[in-house]
């Protein structure tokens, strides 16, 4: 029996707002110790009255829009109720019935393997609540304990439902990458997954192909990584497909990934599924959102990746490949702008510079940052700096290998490192005189005498060999052009003359 694959993600993404939700608390919760963000609101204190965030409604909103989701003139905000020690005031304030998003979608480019091309994933809501504490759960060793950090409770959560659209782990991964892309390109979110700032339930049902009822779904969680959430998706898919074949059925239950294992458990049963009990919330007035401030907030939308990426394909002529990398954070795509303007070259030579900043970045500076676990963002060396690098290979001044040392100096000595200035300082300029390349020509040559012979008998190849010595001699500084030149004359020259 072939099987469809139906997968439908939740994800909670922390808004990166000043202050938490409803008090004024810092939400700074990752870098301030524990349990010293706290006050009487987000403990859940008798009496304690709750005060909505403007600034986490408008980033709501904002990916309300992106996602192109209609925003209702009319929402509020509901209890959510359940007993848990993460849980300062017993509910957590979220969103049931009137969500500040709805009816939205999100396009990806669909997973080749199932022959999708281009597809569109319907989002169901986009609607805003409240972080819980922190737990630590320390081992049953007989004293086993869980410790209680409370400086989470009460962040801003954004949780984004998709419809059940996605027809593969690949599909997940893609709209899960789509989305960690808006936020940022957005400035809602830091969006870092590893911090628990982006994070993802999976529901997956699998049903024979050609249906149109949908099975027995599953939800996953405990994935904190794009790539977990792939493994899991795709062991989960599996472990039904081989339930269903063995005559049995899928049980409707919570499962856990288990990430050193490599497989999802079972964690909660449908008999023990939550009865939330939700209310409004009694102690918020409901929102009324403002046409006016919609339309603002649309007109103030970003240029996102999707069609940032189309952008730099047309504009400077760029592959697919160095689009789709340059344009996957929007630090990145802004550091390359930045350098391409400061270029400031004529239009028909911006295809060529583009090309040639996309390099630098995507290679060795790429590594760079990487070995340094630096982002684009806070780099040592500036866009202005790789500007005037790109300039002094332009002008001659260096050839690319000798731009490649500056660049790691450049690196090294960060902030205001200069190019021209570490150029001069440590004598690293090319050198296009040929009176001073001549020395180290004849020097290549006498010292090499099979290769001479080689050049003689017809092998044009031994005079590259020997423009390598001359590099070699002259430290990487000779214009290599000019160097292979004089190594050919300086070969003519040999040959005019009489053997032995
Ligand atoms: P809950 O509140 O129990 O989490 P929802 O109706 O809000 O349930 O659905 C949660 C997610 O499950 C949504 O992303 C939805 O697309 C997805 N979903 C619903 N039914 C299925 C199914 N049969 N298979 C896979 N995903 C599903
Ligand atoms: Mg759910
Ligand atoms: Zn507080």
């Known amino acids: 029996m072939q099987y469809?694959?139906?997968?439908?993600?939740?994800?909670h993404v922390q808004l990166d707002t000043r202050s938490k939700m409803f008090c004024g608390c810092p939400a700074d919760y990752q870098t301030a110790a524990p349990n010293t963000r706290a006050c009487p609101v987000c403990l859940g204190l008798p009496g304690a009255l709750p005060v909505i965030n403007r600034r986490a409604v408008e980033y709501t909103v904002l990916?309300?829009?992106?996602?192109?989701?209609?925003?209702?003139?009319?929402?509020?905000?509901?209890?959510?109720?359940?007993?848990y020690p993460d849980l300062m005031k017993g509910y957590q304030i979220s969103q049931y019935d009137l969500p500040l998003a709805q009816d939205g979608y999100l396009d990806i480019d669909g997973d080749s393997d199932t022959g999708h091309r281009r597809r569109r994933i319907g989002v169901e809501r986009v609607h805003l609540e409240e972080d819980v504490a922190k737990m630590q759960h320390f081992p049953d060793d007989g004293a086993g304990y869980s410790l209680v950090d409370v400086n989470r409770s009460g962040v801003?959560?954004?949780?984004?439902?998709?419809?059940?659209?996605?027809?593969?782990?690949?599909?997940?991964?893609?709209y899960l990458a789509a989305l960690h892309s808006m936020v940022q390109y957005l400035g809602v979110s830091t969006g870092n997954m590893q911090d628990g700032n982006f994070r993802c339930d999976a529901n997956v049902s699998i049903r024979p192909r050609g249906s149109d009822t949908f099975g027995t779904r599953t939800e996953v969680k405990n994935m904190n990584s794009f790539r977990s959430v792939y493994q899991a998706l795709e062991f989960e898919v599996e472990r039904q497909r081989r339930v269903i074949e063995d005559g049995g059925a899928v049980a409707q239950e919570t499962r856990g990934w288990v990430e050193e294992r490599e497989v999802t458990v079972s964690q909660r049963s449908k008999e023990y599924a939550h009865d939330y009990r939700y209310f409004p919330e009694p102690d918020l007035p409901p929102l009324h959102i403002g046409r006016q401030w919609v339309s603002e907030l649309q007109a103030a939308?970003?240029?996102?990746?999707?069609?940032?990426?189309?952008r730099f394909q047309a504009d400077y002529g760029l592959s697919e490949?160095?689009?789709?990398?340059?344009?996957?954070?929007?630090?990145m795509a802004?550091?390359?702008?930045?350098?391409?303007?400061?270029?400031?070259?004529?239009?028909?030579?911006?295809?060529a510079v583009a090309k040639e900043v996309a390099n630098w970045m995507l290679g060795d500076l790429s590594r760079l940052l990487n070995q340094s676990h630096c982002d684009i963002a806070d780099s040592p060396v500036t866009p202005d700096g790789l500007s005037d690098l790109l300039g002094l290979i332009a002008d001659g001044t260096l050839s690319t290998s000798l731009a490649k040392t500056v660049l790691e100096e450049m690196y090294a000595a960060?902030?205001?490192?200069?190019?021209?200035?570490?150029?001069?300082?440590?004598?690293?300029?090319q050198i296009s005189d040929a009176g001073a390349i001549e020395s180290a020509v004849a020097a290549a040559i006498a010292a090499n005498p099979k290769a001479v012979a080689d050049y003689r008998s017809g092998k044009e190849t031994a005079a590259r060999f020997l423009m390598g010595q001359v590099m070699r001699l002259t430290k990487g500084q000779a214009?290599?052009?000019l160097a292979l030149r004089l190594v050919q004359e300086g070969l003519a020259a040999e040959k005019s003359q009489p053997a032995g």
């Open 63 to 83: 990916t309300g829009l992106a996602l192109h989701c209609r925003i209702p003139d009319f929402t509020k905000f509901d209890r959510k109720n359940y007993p």
């Open 301 to 310: 939308l970003p240029e996102l990746a999707p069609r940032r990426k189309a």
């Open 479 to 481: 214009q290599p052009e």
């Open 334 to 351: 802004d550091y390359f702008e930045a350098v391409v303007s400061l270029r400031n070259v004529p239009a028909d030579a911006q295809p």
């Open 414 to 429: 960060g902030g205001d490192a200069n190019a021209a200035a570490i150029v001069r300082a440590r004598g690293l300029a």
């Open 156 to 174: 801003p959560l954004m949780e984004i439902v998709s419809k059940p659209d996605l027809r593969s782990p690949a599909e997940a991964r893609q």
């Open 4 to 11: 469809e694959t139906v997968i439908g993600l939740e994800v």
């Open 321 to 331: 490949y160095d689009a789709d990398l340059l344009t996957g954070a929007r630090r």
